[in-house]
C-alpha cells in the first residue's frame, strides 16, 4: 500500500486498519510506502508496536514537494462536506521497484479487505492483473467511469493490481513511469480531463500501449471490484469481516440505505468516513 | 482451388470509388500473407478512368455484364448479384470498396470454407467492441431478417451460393415489391445489399447455412458509421477521430491499433496523403 497523508486525511491510518484485515483474512506480509512525515503523524495515535504487529515493512519515500502542492483533488464526505485537498500519488508507478515480493498485490489504503478473496490471486498464470469491471455497491446507482473519456479507452482501476516480477510486468511499470513523465503529452493523446493526476489513467494507458494499443487486453482479477462512493458513508463496523454502510440513494441525494456489507473487500472512497471508523476497526482487532 | 477478393467500383458525380478500391487492393497487397489478390468490377464510365497504376495492383479489372441496373443510381449497389456470374474465383470474398486491411486475416479463409456462404453478422467498433447498437438495423429487427453485412461476403460456387445469387437478382430488379410483401413491418427507402441479401436468405430458409451465432471474430469487420461508435458523433467520423498508417501498414484510429477490416464508410477519409502511404508501403 501507498499512504501519503494530507492536510486532512491520514492515509497512514488507514493503511494501518487495512493491513491489519489484511493479516486477518490474508495472512500475507504487508509493505506500506509512506513518507516521515505520515508516519511521525500515526504514531501519535496508533503505538508504534501496534502499527509493527500489521505492517511488515515500512518503506520511506521523499515527497515531490512541488507536486505535493500541485496535485489536488475534490474529497467528498457525503453531499455535506467538500475540499480541495493535495492528493500524493506519484510514486505507484514505482511499485515494481519497490516492492520486495516475488508476487505484489498493490492495494489502495482506502481498499477495505473484508475477506480471503484476494488470496485467489497468488501464483496466477498471468504475469499482472488489474480490473476495468466493477460494481457499485448500491446497484441503482450508475456512474458513467468506465472509459477516460467518451472516445478513448477503458479505464482500468489501479485500486488493486497483482503482478509477479516478470519481464512483463517490468515492462508495463516502465510504461507506467514513462506516461508518468509525459502525463500531459499522454492526457491530450488519450483525451482525458481534469488536472489532477490519477494512476488509474496512467495504469489504463500503459495496459493499452503494452498491448499493442488495443483495449480490455490487459488480464482481469479473478474477483470483482466493489466500490462505494464518497457521498457514502460508514455507518459502523462490525467486525473485521462485517461493516455497515449508509448508501446515498440515487434518487434522493443526502438521504441514504443502510445496507450491511460483510466477507467481501471494499474501495471505500470516503476517507473521513474510513478515518472515523478506524478506532472501532483497531480495537475490535485486539 | 482458386481464391480472392471482388469489390465492385461505379464512380458518381461526388465518389471516386475505383480509387477506394484501389486503397483496398493496395492494403491486401500490403498486409495479406496468404489471399492478397482483388479483382474489381467496373462499370464503362469508371473503365474509362482505369489507370496504369490501376492495373498493377488489382487481379483482374472485369467489365459490368449486361446493362447497368445502378445507372439511375446515386448509390449503386443494384449490380451485386452479379459477383457471383463475374468472379474470377472459385472461393470469393465480397468486400464494399470503401474498406482496407490492415491486418493479415489471411488465417480466415480456412474458416470459411467450412460453408458455402457466410456472411458477417458481428461488426466492431474502432475500440474493438461489437456494435449492440441497431439503429441502423430497425428493418432486420422488426422482420426478423439474418442480420447480415455484405461488405464482407464470402462465397464459393455451389448450388447455395447459386440459389441465393439467383435470388438477390431477381429482388434487386423488383425491390419494392418483395420489400412491400415481405418487409410488412419496416422498410428502408431505397434498396439496400444487406436487406436484398438477407431476404434471399430468409426466403431459401438458408439463415443456418449461412450465418453462424456463435462466432463474432470471424467474419467480421470495424463499421464506421458514426452513431455506432457509441460516442456521439452522428456526421463523418474522420472530422472528430485522429487516425494514420504506418509504415508497417498498421492504421491507429482514435490511439486504437485496428485488428480487423477497416469499413471507412467517411468518404472523406481517404485522403491523397493515404493512399500515397499505401502506395510507398507496397513499393
Same mark, same amino acid.
Given at each position: 500500500m501507498f499512504a501519503h497523508n494530507n492536510t486532512e486525511i491520514d492515509y497512514f491510518r488507514m493503511a494501518v486498519v487495512n493491513a491489519m484485515l489484511i493479516k486477518k483474512h490474508l495472512g500475507t506480509d504487508v509493505t506500506v510506502v509512506t513518507d516521515q512525515h505520515s508516519l511521525d503523524y500515526v504514531t501519535q495515535s496508533i503505538p508504534r508496536d501496534q502499527i509493527d504487529l500489521y505492517i511488515d515493512n515500512i518503506i520511506l519515500n521523499h515527497k515531490d514537494s512541488e507536486f505535493k502542492h500541485k496535485n489536488t483533488k475534490v474529497y467528498r464526505d457525503t453531499i455535506n462536506l467538500q475540499k480541495s485537498l493535495s492528493f500524493y500519488n506519484?510514486?505507484?508507478?514505482?511499485a515494481y521497484d519497490i516492492s520486495p515480493y516475488d508476487e505484489t498485490i498493490m492495494l489502495d489504503a482506502d481498499y477495505l479487505i473484508l475477506g480471503n478473496t484476494l488470496n485467489s490471486c497468488w501464483g496466477n498464470k498471468n504475469p499482472m492483473m488489474m480490473n476495468y469491471t466493477w460494481q457499485d455497491i448500491n446497484f441503482n446507482r450508475k456512474f458513467d467511469l468506465d472509459r477516460l473519456s467518451i472516445a478513448s479507452i477503458t479505464q482500468y482501476w489501479a485500486t488493486v493490481v497483482y503482478f509477479q516480477k516478470s519481464a512483463y510486468a517490468e515492462s508495463f511499470f516502465t510504461l507506467c513511469k514513462n506516461v508518468r513523465k509525459n502525463y500531459a503529452y499522454y492526457k491530450n493523446l488519450y483525451r482525458w480531463s481534469g488536472s489532477t493526476f490519477r494512476n488509474d489513467y496512467v495504469f489504463s494507458v500503459a495496459a493499452h500501449m503494452l498491448h499493442?494499443? +488495443?483495449?480490455?487486453s490487459l488480464p482481469e482479477l479473478p474477483f470483482k471490484l466493489y466500490k462505494s462512493f464518497d457521498f457514502d458513508d460508514i455507518? +459502523?463496523?462490525?467486525s473485521t469481516e462485517e461493516i455497515i454502510m449508509y448508501l446515498e440513494k440515487h434518487d434522493s441525494p443526502g438521504d441514504f440505505l443502510l445496507t450491511r456489507w460483510s466477507d467481501l473487500d471494499l474501495h471505500v472512497m470516503n476517507k473521513w468516513a474510513i478515518n472515523r471508523a478506524s478506532s472501532k476497526f483497531l480495537e475490535i482487532s485486539l | 482451388m482458386t481464391q480472392g477478393y471482388i469489390t465492385i467500383a461505379q464512380n458518381n458525380s461526388q465518389v471516386d470509388y475505383l480509387e477506394q478500391a484501389y486503397a483496398l487492393a493496395l492494403s491486401i497487397k500490403n498486409t495479406q500473407s496468404g489471399v492478397n489478390n482483388l479483382s474489381v468490377m467496373v462499370d464503362k464510365h469508371t473503365l474509362q478512368s482505369v489507370k496504369s497504376r490501376h492495373r498493377k495492383v488489382f487481379d483482374k479489372i472485369i467489365d459490368m455484364p #449486361?446493362?447497368?441496373?445502378?445507372?439511375?443510381?446515386? #448509390?449503386?449497389? &443494384? &449490380?451485386? #448479384?452479379?459477383i457471383y456470374y463475374v468472379t474470377p474465383y472459385h472461393e470469393t470474398v465480397l468486400l464494399d470498396s470503401d474498406m482496407i486491411f490492415p491486418c493479415d486475416v489471411s488465417y480466415w479463409w480456412e474458416s470459411l470454407r467450412e460453408k458455402d456462404f457466410w456472411s458477417a453478422t458481428t461488426t466492431k467498433t474502432f475500440r474493438g467492441d461489437n456494435i449492440t447498437s441497431n439503429v441502423c438495423r430497425k428493418v432486420f429487427i422488426d422482420n426478423d431478417l439474418p442480420n447480415i453485412h455484405n461488405a464482407f461476403m464470402y462465397f464459393k460456387k455451389s448450388e447455395i451460393s447459386s440459389e441465393i445469387f439467383k435470388l438477390a437478382q431477381v429482388i434487386f430488379q423488383n425491390w419494392q415489391r418483395f420489400y412491400h410483401i415481405y418487409l410488412p413491418k419496416s422498410k428502408p427507402t431505397r434498396v439496400s445489399g444487406d436487406v436484398v441479401f438477407a431476404l434471399a436468405i430468409k426466403i431459401l430458409g438458408y439463415e443456418h447455412l449461412t450465418t453462424r451465432k456463435n462466432m463474432e471474430n470471424l467474419p467480421t469487420f470495424v463499421h464506421m458509421?458514426?452513431?455506432?461508435?457509441?460516442? &456521439?458523433?452522428?456526421?463523418? #467520423?474522420s472530422k472528430n477521430i485522429s487516425s494514420y498508417i504506418t509504415s508497417n501498414n498498421e492504421l491507429i484510429v482514435g490511439n486504437f491499433k485496428q485488428y480487423y477490416p477497416f469499413h471507412?464508410? %467517411?468518404? %472523406?477519409?481517404?485522403s491523397d496523403e493515404i493512399v500515397k502511404t499505401l502506395e510507398h508501403n507496397h513499393a
Amino acid at each position: 500500500m501507498f499512504a501519503h497523508n494530507n492536510t486532512e486525511i491520514d492515509y497512514f491510518r488507514m493503511a494501518v486498519v487495512n493491513a491489519m484485515l489484511i493479516k486477518k483474512h490474508l495472512g500475507t506480509d504487508v509493505t506500506v510506502v509512506t513518507d516521515q512525515h505520515s508516519l511521525d503523524y500515526v504514531t501519535q495515535s496508533i503505538p508504534r508496536d501496534q502499527i509493527d504487529l500489521y505492517i511488515d515493512n515500512i518503506i520511506l519515500n521523499h515527497k515531490d514537494s512541488e507536486f505535493k502542492h500541485k496535485n489536488t483533488k475534490v474529497y467528498r464526505d457525503t453531499i455535506n462536506l467538500q475540499k480541495s485537498l493535495s492528493f500524493y500519488n506519484l510514486d505507484r508507478a514505482d511499485a515494481y521497484d519497490i516492492s520486495p515480493y516475488d508476487e505484489t498485490i498493490m492495494l489502495d489504503a482506502d481498499y477495505l479487505i473484508l475477506g480471503n478473496t484476494l488470496n485467489s490471486c497468488w501464483g496466477n498464470k498471468n504475469p499482472m492483473m488489474m480490473n476495468y469491471t466493477w460494481q457499485d455497491i448500491n446497484f441503482n446507482r450508475k456512474f458513467d467511469l468506465d472509459r477516460l473519456s467518451i472516445a478513448s479507452i477503458t479505464q482500468y482501476w489501479a485500486t488493486v493490481v497483482y503482478f509477479q516480477k516478470s519481464a512483463y510486468a517490468e515492462s508495463f511499470f516502465t510504461l507506467c513511469k514513462n506516461v508518468r513523465k509525459n502525463y500531459a503529452y499522454y492526457k491530450n493523446l488519450y483525451r482525458w480531463s481534469g488536472s489532477t493526476f490519477r494512476n488509474d489513467y496512467v495504469f489504463s494507458v500503459a495496459a493499452h500501449m503494452l498491448h499493442g494499443l +488495443s483495449d480490455k487486453s490487459l488480464p482481469e482479477l479473478p474477483f470483482k471490484l466493489y466500490k462505494s462512493f464518497d457521498f457514502d458513508d460508514i455507518h +459502523s463496523v462490525i467486525s473485521t469481516e462485517e461493516i455497515i454502510m449508509y448508501l446515498e440513494k440515487h434518487d434522493s441525494p443526502g438521504d441514504f440505505l443502510l445496507t450491511r456489507w460483510s466477507d467481501l473487500d471494499l474501495h471505500v472512497m470516503n476517507k473521513w468516513a474510513i478515518n472515523r471508523a478506524s478506532s472501532k476497526f483497531l480495537e475490535i482487532s485486539l | 482451388m482458386t481464391q480472392g477478393y471482388i469489390t465492385i467500383a461505379q464512380n458518381n458525380s461526388q465518389v471516386d470509388y475505383l480509387e477506394q478500391a484501389y486503397a483496398l487492393a493496395l492494403s491486401i497487397k500490403n498486409t495479406q500473407s496468404g489471399v492478397n489478390n482483388l479483382s474489381v468490377m467496373v462499370d464503362k464510365h469508371t473503365l474509362q478512368s482505369v489507370k496504369s497504376r490501376h492495373r498493377k495492383v488489382f487481379d483482374k479489372i472485369i467489365d459490368m455484364p #449486361w446493362q447497368d441496373d445502378a445507372q439511375a443510381e446515386q #448509390w449503386k449497389v &443494384n &449490380n451485386k #448479384w452479379k459477383i457471383y456470374y463475374v468472379t474470377p474465383y472459385h472461393e470469393t470474398v465480397l468486400l464494399d470498396s470503401d474498406m482496407i486491411f490492415p491486418c493479415d486475416v489471411s488465417y480466415w479463409w480456412e474458416s470459411l470454407r467450412e460453408k458455402d456462404f457466410w456472411s458477417a453478422t458481428t461488426t466492431k467498433t474502432f475500440r474493438g467492441d461489437n456494435i449492440t447498437s441497431n439503429v441502423c438495423r430497425k428493418v432486420f429487427i422488426d422482420n426478423d431478417l439474418p442480420n447480415i453485412h455484405n461488405a464482407f461476403m464470402y462465397f464459393k460456387k455451389s448450388e447455395i451460393s447459386s440459389e441465393i445469387f439467383k435470388l438477390a437478382q431477381v429482388i434487386f430488379q423488383n425491390w419494392q415489391r418483395f420489400y412491400h410483401i415481405y418487409l410488412p413491418k419496416s422498410k428502408p427507402t431505397r434498396v439496400s445489399g444487406d436487406v436484398v441479401f438477407a431476404l434471399a436468405i430468409k426466403i431459401l430458409g438458408y439463415e443456418h447455412l449461412t450465418t453462424r451465432k456463435n462466432m463474432e471474430n470471424l467474419p467480421t469487420f470495424v463499421h464506421m458509421r458514426g452513431e455506432l461508435q457509441g460516442i &456521439n458523433i452522428y456526421d463523418d #467520423w474522420s472530422k472528430n477521430i485522429s487516425s494514420y498508417i504506418t509504415s508497417n501498414n498498421e492504421l491507429i484510429v482514435g490511439n486504437f491499433k485496428q485488428y480487423y477490416p477497416f469499413h471507412y464508410v %467517411d468518404k %472523406d477519409w481517404l485522403s491523397d496523403e493515404i493512399v500515397k502511404t499505401l502506395e510507398h508501403n507496397h513499393a
